[in-house]
Structures are given as C-alpha cells and as structure tokens.
C-alpha cells in the first residue's frame, strides 16, 4: 500500500445582456512580466478588459475592503456578494462527495498540516470545496485565479469573508493577473511550501521572481496540459528544482475531466453564447485527444456533421474508427460552421484561417491555453470589433463577412458557461491526494522530476464517487487473485494498462 494512502485510511470518520467597460490599465501599471505561452492573458486584455460583473468601474485594487474579521488580506470585486457566494458553494458540496469525505476523515488526522499551498487555479464554486477541504486537512493557502474570466466573484467574496487571502475577479486585465499572483507569492512572514497550479502561470512567476523561495517547497501538483507541458521542459532543461506531480494525466483527470466533462459542456458553452441548433451544422475539431473526444460525441449526438484534425496517426485512427472524417483544417475551413480547437499547441488557427472561414463562422476554444486561436492578428485596423454580449464578439472584414468569436479564444466553457460539478470533484479529489502525498513522502521518494499520480491513488479517487450511484463493486476472492497475481484491494492494473 502506498505510505501517503495508508496515512490517509488512518484518518477515521468521526461519523460514517449589460454593458460592459473597457477600462484602460491605469498609468504606471506595467505588466511585470509575460508568460512564455500566454495562457491566461495576452497584449490586448490590459487595454480592453470586458466584465460582467458589475456598474462599478473602480478597479478592486483601488478600493479598501474587510471581511466581516476585519481582515483585508484579500483583494475581489465585492466582499458584500460573500452570502450568494456561500450558496452557490454550498451547492456545489452536494455534488463532490469525496472531498466531502476527506473532510470528515480531517476529523482525526490533518494530513496536511503544516502545509502552505498557495494556488493558482480557476476560482469557481467546486474549487473553493476544494480549497476549503485543504483548509480542513490542515493546511493554509493563499489563492490567485489562472483565467482573467472564469473567477464567480460572488464565490472569490464568499472566500474571503472566510479567512482565505484570495486576490481574484472576473475581467482582470494583464497587470492585474500578475499582481493577484504576487499578492499571493510575496507575502511578509509567510512562505509556501507546496504549489498548486492550472497552466504553469504560479510556476513561472515563483520561478523568474522568486527562485529562492524553492528551497522550502516541497512538491508541484499541476493540473493541465500546458503546465505539464512547461514541467517538462523545466525537468529536461535541468531547471526542475523540485518535484511534481502530473495529475493531468492521472487516469481519474483524462478521464473524467477532459472526456466526460467536456462532453457535457461544449454545448452549454456553445448554446448559451450563441443560441444556435446543433443539428445538421458542419463542425471541424482540432485535435482528437481526450477533450476532443468529448466534443466531437456531443456534436455527433446532436445530429453535427463533424470533422475532425489530427496529427496523431493513432488518435487519427481513432477518430476514423469512432465514424469521423479526418482532414486537414484549409481543406474545409470555407464550408464549416463551427471551429473548436482543443489541441494544447499554438497558431492552430491562423489569420489565413480566418480570412477564409464563411460568414457567421463561429470559432471558440477548448483548450487550456489562449495560444490556440491566433486573435491577435485580428487586431488590425481593418477589421472591427463588435461587442454582442457577454464574451461574443462579431470580427468584421470589410467586404461585411463577419466571424463570432468566444471568450476571445480562451477556454470556453470555463469562461461562457460552467462544467460539471461531480466531474470537477473527481479532479479535485486528485489534486488533494496529490498534495498529500508530496507534502508527506519522505525525503528520497521523489526526486527533481515529474510523476504521475500512484495508480493506488487514482483507484482511490474512483471508490470514493461510486456510493453516490449506490454501485456496488465485485470483490475478487483468494483463488482468483492468486491466479490473476494482484491484490485482493488493487491496484487492479498495470502502469502501462490503456483505460
């Protein structure tokens, strides 16, 4: 059994349509740094920051807020919205019946006290069940959002008004995202030990600012593609100063988030955005990974022609067995009505792209990063722009051809709609016992180098979330685990088993 679930299983149960304003960055605001990918801002989103949220358009850094404590180690658009937010939480308990139970197992144990995580993910009503259930296993954090667009104010409120040092709103501009980071990072008498990311944003600050600061953290846990993907270049580059944990490639994260959740939320996203009737629309998508399987069996669903690119021959493959038509992207770029990206890469739309899609093309991205859709080539002073609501915009040519663009190619689900929140708790699930596993392996377990989740772990996470379906698993008996050679309580699969 691995140590950190043996530590866990000690832990007993006590009990079984608006305006919106173009604010300009304020003189003297300079960007303190860029990403390497651009995957939560770009150039343009500090000059024009649309938001939602509300009349006022006083920046929230300008204003002097306090919680209810009289803290003001918090900095979010409106620490009055705390009682809506509480409920949207309260819901969202509902539906992630693991992180529930690690609360309650929290009871006796705290495995993660001690622990300071400061995080930088999606501020939403499931993560802060997560970032509460951390709290609950004993640890401290301090929390920044990874998207300028996904944060619920309303849920960023209802953390603070809590104790949590959140420094997030919906809308920010580029200089506001690196300062919410900062305020997180460069804290007088507080220093993190452990890193929770989404998309290597935290990583790359902590790492161009505050490089020392990795002498006393103990571990990375990332969550998506991009920042894996940055991990990896780190370790391969020598420059892995730690260890980290890949759980965007745990089996219980592929999965479930990726597959099922994006299955289920690329047309909300789509649907509340644009209105539109899915059958019989011609649809491309990029890229037939785990998020792109999820898009391409809705759309099929719902009656979409659907095509498909690819420059995997055995995702290809894949795609061509589940009855998709493989092509390249210039090959039907002028007769399709809708163009989803989840690819991971950049410039997989171009400007030549765009310049040859049809009228009323809509182009939106499913991605992590903001890198896939090349919107910046949009930006010229032939083409205008036009607000239609809430994260839509109308690009227009000047022969009155005209594209719709979402979220301005960020992450559309997470940014125009909600995802699931049962899938949510199966990722956040992974991401805590990620956390407390680095926090209390042994000095030697994991060296500077990035791992993937014990697939005991990944069991784990999956047992938790079968009682909510009152599934009810077989047990294997002695004669045939012996002859199978596995555990009677798992793993039940090799590492290198293909789910």
């Known amino acids: 059994m691995e140590p950190s679930l043996h530590r866990i299983q000690q832990i007993q149960f006590a009990d079984q349509k608006q305006e919106f304003n173009k604010r300009p960055t304020k003189i003297g605001r300079r960007s303190l740094s860029r990403s390497i990918s651009q995957s939560s801002t770009d150039s343009y989103s500090s000059a024009a920051s649309y938001t939602d949220s509300s009349d006022d358009e006083t920046s929230p850094r300008d204003k002097q807020q306090k919680n209810s404590k009289g803290s003001s ?48 993910t999606h501020i939403t009503a499931q993560t802060a069940v997560l970032m509460e259930t951390l709290g609950a296993l004993g640890a401290q954090c301090r929390w920044a959002a990874c998207n300028i667009y996904s944060t619920l104010n309303e849920v960023a409120a209802a953390l603070a008004e ?54 006393k953290i103990k571990g990375i846990v990332e969550e998506s593609v991009t920042g894996v993907h940055r991990l990896y270049q780190l370790s391969k580059a020598g420059k892995l100063c730690v260890p980290a944990m890949n759980v965007n490639d745990s089996v219980t994260k592929q999965k479930f988030d990726n597959l099922y959740c994006c299955r289920e939320s690329i047309l909300d996203g789509l649907k509340r955005t644009t ?15 785990e998020v792109g399987k999820g898009c391409c069996a809705a759309l099929k669903a719902m009656g979409s022609i659907v095509y498909v690119t690819e420059i995997d021959p055995i995702c290809a493959l894949q795609a061509c067995m589940d009855g998709f038509r493989l092509v390249k992207l210039n090959e039907v770029i002028r007769q399709v009505d809708i163009v989803i990206t989840c690819t991971g890469n950049k410039n997989v739309v171009t400007r030549e792209h765009l310049d040859r899609m049809k009228n009323s093309c809509i182009v939106c991205n499913m991605g992590h990063s903001n890198t896939e859709i090349d919107v910046a080539s949009l930006r010229t002073p032939e083409l205008t722009w036009e607000r239609v609501r809430s994260q839509v915009d109308h690009v227009i040519w000047p022969d009155g051809k005209r594209i719709v ?56 996470v999956a047992s938790l979330h079968l009682p909510t379906f009152d599934a009810h698993l077989t047990e294997l008996t002695d004669e045939q685990a012996k002859y199978l050679g596995l555990n009677k309580n798992g793993p039940f699969k090799p590492n290198y088993y293909r789910y």
């Not at 690196?178 to 790359?204: A, F, K, S, Y």
């Not at 539109?276 to 037939?288: A, D, E, I, T």
């Open 275 to 289: 209105d539109m009737m899915f059958g019989g629309k011609q649809v491309v998508v990029c890229g037939y990974g």
């Open 73 to 120: 180690d918090f900095c979010v658009k409106n620490i009055k919205q705390a009682e809506f937010g509480r409920r949207e939480i309260e819901i969202a308990e509902q539906e992630m019946p693991a992180l529930m139970a690690l609360r309650k197992r929290a009871q006796g144990e705290k495995p993660l006290a001690g622990a300071k995580i400061v995080g930088c």
């Open 162 to 215: 809590s104790g949590f040092p959140v420094f997030a709103w919906k809308g920010e501009s580029e200089d506001d995202f690196w300062w919410c980071i900062d305020r997180c990072v460069n804290v007088e008498g507080w220093q993190p030990n452990m890193i929770l990311d989404d998309g290597g944003d935290l990583t790359h600050w902590i790492y161009k600012k505050y490089p020392n600061m990795f002498k």
């Open 405 to 460: 663009l979402l979220a301005e190619g960020r992450l559309l689900n997470l940014s125009c709609s909600t995802v699931p929140t049962f899938v949510l708790s199966i990722t956040a699930t992974t991401q805590a016992l990620a956390l407390i596993e680095l926090y209390n392996a042994p000095e030697g377990r994991y060296k500077q180098d990035v791992y993937l989740l014990p697939k005991k772990m990944d069991e784990y």
